[in-house]
């Protein structure tokens, strides 16, 4: 099975424009990115709308494919580069996995466990989900919680505490039921990649504003595979960018 890497990278964040080429120690983020994705992948390639980021990343070595400017999700930028790459390289990719390019300490064993979610010939679209350690989280609306089916398929995504445990105090849940928030990275079946793009926006996906819903109701299968793995921070602002920095010092001295 052939499986195909890629990292959606915009330019104009609104946050921090220019985010993907921002450094990181003598790094630009997105090459931290791409290296990680070659711990685990053959073939990576960034997804992006601008010619900078493009040059920045044939100037380290790494190979990027140009979309639109108009996508307005990271899933709709893999739809068309997959389709771009495979044009391209004449290489047949069974499954595309989408990587956030904004985590550039990400574990790379995190693409491993989406891969092994494939194994299964069932299996339409792929993510990753950890269980749920702190109350803090259960409650947090910026996290995507998900409830699973017996076969690990999602259920539902929403950034409300689901599912509600009645009659036990709130800060008692995580004792009561075991609680899953959402990780960022996605697998694709590459015929699957190509209908969802298609789908409408969806009454529920409005409602929670997760892409995934949409997906969901209309009636395609979301396997979860279950990490251990913490999740590493995600940089949106120059704060972050900074807290990055100090953290690259320390992990390269340790």
């Not at 992006?48 to 996508?71: C, L, W």
């Not at 996605?186 to 409408?200: A, C, K, S, T």
Request: proline content about 3%.
């Amino acid at each position: 099975m052939n499986f195909l890497g890629l990292i959606p990278a915009r330019y104009g964040s609104t946050r921090l424009p220019g985010k993907p080429l921002a450094m990181i120690g003598d790094k630009p983020m997105i090459q931290h990115v791409y290296e990680n994705c070659l711990k685990a992948l053959e073939h990576v390639y960034v997804a992006t709308d601008d010619q900078r980021i493009v040059d920045a990343v044939e100037a380290f070595g790494g190979k990027a494919v140009m979309t639109s400017e108009s996508h307005t999700s990271g899933t709709d930028r893999c739809a068309e580069a997959a389709n771009k790459v495979i044009g391209q390289t004449g290489i047949h990719f069974d499954v595309i996995i989408n990587i956030q390019g904004d985590e550039p300490f990400f574990d790379s064993t995190q693409l491993l466990d989406v891969m092994k979610c494939f194994d299964t010939k069932d299996t339409q679209l792929a993510t990753l989900v950890q269980e749920v350690q702190e109350n803090a989280h259960i409650f947090d609306d910026k996290e995507a919680k998900v409830v699973l089916n017996t076969k690990g398929e999602a259920i539902y995504f929403s950034r409300s505490a689901i599912p509600f445990v009645r009659e036990v105090d709130e800060n008692d849940w995580s004792t009561k039921h075991t609680f899953y928030r959402h990780m960022g990275i996605y697998g694709y079946r590459f015929d699957i990649l190509n209908e969802i793009v298609q789908l409408p926006v969806s009454s529920l996906e409005k409602a929670e504003s997760l892409e995934q819903l949409r997906w969901i109701e209309n009636g395609y299968r979301v396997k979860c595979g279950i990490t251990e793995i913490e999740e590493t921070m995600a940089i949106d602002d120059a704060a972050d960018l900074e807290k990055a920095n100090e953290l690259y010092k320390q992990i390269r001295n340790d």
